[in-house]
């Protein structure tokens, strides 16, 4: 008969001998399975934090789409389909007919960019700031897609002499290089279903008088008539020449200071002037007879100084 002793030590054997067999099924036969068990759930983790940062992604995008359709369905801007270079330089010409001393343009080709083309080109000339600028506004603001690209400005002082007066005239202009793109073949489908018909628009091209889109505020478009001349000089590099052949009262004699009035000879004869008479550069502030003197505030490119003749 087996005793409790014997009995204890045949149920500590059975145990040792289960923990045995568990441990080398769990970390020796089944060692494997769980490291790629582990991987797997790995795997499966990065696969899921991936679909939440696409889901997120997702999210931004339509958010952006509806952004660019509400922009696109606002729009009033005409894109055409299609434009010809002819059509282009007919329009450049139209809105340069004024001002402008020269306007040479030059095609430096087509381009197809990020869905749409662009046909670029190249333009220089001298124009008169005012009228630059009310280009200038013109291309970046009418119907037409049009825009301008690396814009360098110059200061210009031009004279010319006449050969039958012999008179100098001088006119202050912006020397000018920039680059004019015409924007058109927009992708089709931006907009969506139940974006504005621009048949008629596309007719109108280049200019697109006739817009059936509504009007654009003036408020949200910049000022279109310029404040000031930025090109203007404060102090000119010559004097201005005597374009209204008004007397010189530095190069010319004074005979005689009578009353309120003085009398220069000039190379062309007698001259009569008075007080707040214009002349060259400025005008008479006096004339003084007890003296025998007339003073002239003349303005000599910028810088002013009174200029005392006597007899």
């Given at each position: 008969m087996l005793n409790i002793g014997t009995n204890q030590i045949l149920l500590l054997s059975c145990v040792l001998l289960v923990i045995g067999a568990g441990t080398y099924l769990t970390y020796f036969q089944q060692g494997s399975t769980l490291e790629e068990l582990d991987a797997q759930i790995e795997e499966q983790e990065e696969e899921l934090q991936e679909i939440e940062a696409l889901q997120d992604d997702i999210v931004e995008a339509d958010?952006?789409?509806?952004?660019?359709?509400?922009?696109?369905?606002?729009r009033y801007k005409v894109i055409p389909e299609t434009i010809s270079s002819p059509d282009i330089v007919e329009y450049l010409n139209r809105l340069t007919q004024s001002g402008f001393k020269s306007f040479d343009v030059v095609?430096?080709?087509?381009a197809e960019r990020d869905g749409y083309a662009a046909h670029t080109f190249s333009a220089e000339g001298r124009a008169f700031f005012r009228h630059l600028y009310e280009f200038v506004w013109a291309i970046?603001?009418?119907?037409?897609?049009?825009?301008i690209r690396d814009l360098n400005l110059s200061y210009l002082e031009?004279?010319?002499?006449?050969?039958?007066t012999g008179r100098t005239s001088m006119d202050v202009l912006v020397a000018f290089q920039m680059d004019v793109e015409a924007l058109y073949g927009v992708t089709e489908g931006i907009g969506g279903e139940g974006e504005p018909g621009d048949t008629q628009e596309l007719e109108d091209l280049p200019v697109a008088q006739a817009s059936r889109h509504p009007p654009v505020p003036d408020h949200v478009l910049p000022d279109p008539s310029p404040d000031i001349d930025p090109f203007y000089p404060l102090v000119f590099?010559?004097?201005p020449p005597n374009e209204h052949g008004r007397l010189n009262v530095e190069a010319s004699e004074l005979m005689s200071v009578a009353g309120n009035e003085a009398v220069?000879?000039?190379?062309?004869?007698?001259?009569?002037v008075q007080e707040g008479d214009r002349v060259y550069l400025g005008e008479i502030i006096e004339v003084d007879a007890d003296d025998g003197r007339v003073v002239a505030r003349l303005n000599k490119g910028g810088i002013v100084d009174d200029i005392e003749i006597h007899l």
């Open positions: 958010e952006r789409l509806q952004t660019v359709r509400q922009e696109w369905n606002n095609s430096a080709g087509e970046e603001n009418n119907r037409s897609f049009y825009r031009e004279r010319e002499t006449e050969d039958e590099e010559q004097v220069f000879r000039t190379g062309d004869g007698i001259e009569r």
